[in-house]
Nanobody
């Protein structure tokens, strides 16, 4: 059974930084991603990374967020810099073995989420 455990969320002022981590148990996955969901909004793609570390970003975070992974630790990271108020959301990691995707429906396994709150 796959377990994904996120950590690193919290409260930060606008312009600040946070680093999220997600450890996957069970096995290694080809593709790992981060999504987020703000209150009253649909879950949206943030970033994804393949086994070979090819990366993909939503336009809204490009240049500010960096996704990375440590395959030996089955862990994916999301370094978030220059945080904005609109980055406030619950952040979820997700994994899959089919083609890397920005679609929620393409990911079967999800973490429990970690809250990121950006204050002014």
């Amino acid at each position: 059974q796959v377990q994904l455990v996120e950590s690193g969320g919290g409260l930060v002022q606008a312009g600040g930084s946070l680093r999220l981590s997600c450890a996957a148990s069970g096995r290694t996955f080809r593709n790992m991603g981060w999504f987020r969901q703000a209150p009253g909004k649909e879950r949206e793609f943030v970033a994804a990374i393949t086994w070979s570390s090819s990366t993909y970003y939503a336009n809204s975070v490009k240049g500010r967020f960096t996704i990375s992974r440590d395959n030996a630790k089955n862990t994916v990271y999301l370094q978030m810099n220059s945080l904005k108020l609109e980055d406030t959301a619950v952040y979820y990691c997700a994994v899959q073995d089919t083609g890397v995707s920005d679609l929620v429906s393409q990911y079967r396994d999800w973490g429990q989420g970690t809250q990121v709150t950006v204050s002014s």
